[in-house]
């Protein structure tokens, strides 16, 4: 009992000592009451505890003030809440927010500018002197003003962010991407801003939007290019091969007229039915060149096994194809026919241009993509020249298909053979099937 008793009467000293304290006569106020004499009233128990815990946060607020972990105070009075800048607090903050690559600024609850660090002065073109007290709003694009406003009150529950244009000093528009906050504590009545400029940004993307508009001009001028060498390709074959041929049948149908005996009728006859037959494997080639129908009725794999053959039957070379799962293997229509066009092409340059005596090619399948492998003994050829150059339009139709199923196109030349590898990726579709059994055609 005598050590509570002793420690109530420590309490009550320390509670009285604060009473007589300045620094705490507005919390004792509420509980004084008035006296002729104006001596301060004896502490009711009940206020004991209440005081205390002011007293304690004072002292923490203190030590916190003489350790340095508070460098500004927020004091609220009759005109509103202000910041109260401390000694010592504020150099470091200002180098801080001065050496930002960012503009930084402090806005009031409108949109006015209460601070702002160099960079934001420079973004907008303006003295650092003149900018505090210009409204944001005002600087903003007049039809993204709207916007703005909607983007500042949102910033006044929680973090907003968005891309704005800012008009500087000169009237040019600065595109910017703003970020604001704000400051807890501060009942909403200072706002945070961080402001990225996004000038070199915009300049690259601009860059990249015109660059890849030039390369889309490009590509269709070599499409048509490449159908205008296509036309005269097959304009020349119906001339040099179905139109001599058909020519032969003309001048062998009028020496039928002339034909002396049954048996010189019979001759002529017979060497005209071996010209109308050559005459229709020739166009029946050309038409299966423009469209296989055969990838409609068969597939890939059937397809380019009839191709191979008359490949190799015409041109002399020796063909070895694999096919590994591709039989069983359900494409859709759009690979099928990028795919056949680019082995089409493939073979046609090695038959121009590589002087080869045999080619092998290999079809492997894993469950992401579909590789085509196409190699050849010839002579080989410079790739890195090949690469940056434009004239050759069959090696940069075959890198746009394969880029049309998001797939790419390689090429390995060593003096001696070249190597064509081609990867599509099957990911995302689920028409094609998983089994994949070896055949070798």
Do not use: W
Request: overall charge positive; charged content about 30%.
């Amino acid at each position: 009992m005598s050590d509570k008793r002793a420690s109530s009467d420590r309490r009550a000293k320390r509670v009285a000592s604060l009473a007589k304290d300045r620094s705490l006569n507005s919390a004792l106020r509420r509980t004084r009451k008035r006296s002729p004499t104006k001596r301060p009233p004896p502490i009711r128990p009940d206020h004991e505890e209440e005081l205390l815990a002011r007293l304690e946060t004072a002292e923490e607020t203190l030590a916190a003030i003489q350790s340095g972990e508070v460098d500004a105070l927020m004091v609220f009075g009759r005109r509103g809440g202000h910041v109260v800048t401390l000694k010592g607090g504020e150099p470091a903050y200002r180098m801080l927010v001065e050496a930002m690559s960012e503009g930084a600024a402090t806005l009031s609850s409108d949109g006015a500018v209460l601070y702002a660090n160099r960079k934001f002065a420079e973004m907008i073109r303006r003295p650092r002197g003149k900018v505090a007290g210009i409204a944001v709003p005002s600087l903003v694009e007049e039809k993204q003003r709207g916007r703005f406003e909607t983007f500042l009150a949102a910033a006044q529950k929680g973090v907003a962010k968005g891309e704005f244009n800012l008009r500087s000093s000169n009237g040019s528009l600065v595109p910017v991407h703003l970020s604001l906050n704000r400051f807890r504590g501060y009942d909403g009545h200072a706002l945070g801003m961080v402001v990225t400029d996004l000038s070199d940004q915009k300049r690259k993307q601009a860059e990249e939007i015109r660059q890849a508009k030039t390369l889309h001009r490009l590509l269709l001028e070599r499409a048509f290019s490449a159908q205008e060498e296509e036309r005269r390709r097959i304009a020349r074959e119906l001339h040099d091969e179905a139109g001599q041929l058909l020519t032969s049948l003309l001048v062998g149908l009028r020496t039928l007229e002339d034909s002396r005996s049954i048996a010189d009728a019979k001759a002529k006859g017979h060497r005209m039915r071996e010209i109308t037959a050559q005459a229709i494997d020739d166009i029946g080639r050309l038409a299966r060149g423009l469209h296989p129908t055969v990838l409609e009725d068969h597939g890939l794999g059937v397809a380019l096994s009839r191709y191979v053959t008359e490949y190799a039957k015409t041109h002399n070379i020796a063909v070895d194809l694999t096919l590994d799962g591709l039989d069983s293997c359900k494409l859709p229509p759009a690979v099928q026919i990028r795919v056949y066009r680019i082995l089409q092409e493939a073979l046609t340059n090695v038959a121009k241009h590589a002087e080869a005596k045999a080619v092998s090619i290999v079809f492997s399948r894993s469950a992401t993509a579909l590789q085509v492998a196409v190699t050849d003994n010839g002579r080989g050829f410079d790739t890195k020249a090949v690469a940056v150059s434009s004239s050759r339009l069959g090696i940069h139709g075959m890198r746009e298909r394969a880029a049309m199923l998001g797939g790419t196109v390689s090429f390995t030349s060593k003096g001696t053979g070249t190597r064509i590898v081609v990867q599509i990726p099957l990911t995302g579709r689920p028409d094609i099937q998983p089994t994949m059994p070896r055949t070798k055609t």
